[in-house]
T-cell receptor
């Protein structure tokens, strides 16, 4: 099983709150990703990073922001949460030096904004 | 960009029978095709993958076939067991792109 961790696993917050979803991996992987998974199961890429100080927007527009100050850490922040942000957020990572294509996923954070 | 279609969206099979999930892709440059299994409350986990230089790959009860000409690939699960119940995703990417395009998922239910 991949060593990629997400906290919290579940979060219920009120509208307007600022939240940060944590993602850490201990595999030394260069590339990391954030996906949003809607109730219909589909995975949407919202952010990715090639390495430290690199952040890119994904295919789905998102009001969230990310940072990559350390290789192992890729947090996602919502400055002002809204009910439309209710979803499951999945973090993943890839080893650019190894099996470049294989993405390893964390367990996810299920967010509910009231 | 790449577009991946996955069918069916739900599938119920009797325990012991076989299950087949099919995906088609649009970008002929795609050359890597993984399958992920997502169990309830967990993130997707890679179960098998195939590259475009082979037509079939097998790992115990699961197998994947690839038809590059038709641009489709399939997951086959034989002798299904209750623990096979999960959501399965196919995906495609172009080597060096490192971005996977996922299918919309298939919810597989194994009926005891």
């Amino acid at each position: 099983e991949a060593d990629i961790y997400q906290t919290p696993r579940y979060l219920v917050i009120g509208t307007g709150k600022k939240i940060t979803l944590e993602c850490s991996q201990t595999m030394g992987h260069d590339k990391m990703y954030w996906y949003q998974q809607d109730p219909g199961m589909e995975l949407h890429l919202i952010h990715y990073s090639y390495g430290v100080n690199s952040t890119e927007k994904g295919d789905l527009s998102s009001e969230s922001t990310v940072s990559r100050i350390r290789t192992e850490h890729f947090p996602l922040t919502l400055e002002s949460a809204r009910p439309s942000h209710t979803s499951q957020y999945l973090c993943a990572s890839t080893d650019l030096g190894g099996r470049q294509e294989t993405q390893y996923f964390g367990p996810g954070t299920r967010l509910l904004v009231l | 960009g790449e577009n991946v279609e996955q069918h069916p969206s739900t599938l119920s099979v009797q325990e012991g029978d076989s299950a087949v999930i099919k995906c088609t892709y649009s970008d002929s440059a795609s050359n890597y095709f993984p399958w992920y299994k997502q169990e309830l409350g967990k993130g997707p986990q890679l179960i098998i993958d195939i590259r475009s230089n082979v037509g079939e790959k097998k790992d115990q009860r699961i197998a994947v076939t690839l038809n590059k000409t038709a641009k489709h690939f399939s997951l086959h699960i034989t002798e299904t067991q209750p623990e096979d119940s999960a959501v399965y995703f196919c995906a495609a990417s172009n080597f060096g792109n490192e971005k996977l395009t996922f299918g919309t998922g298939t919810r597989l239910t194994i009926i005891p």
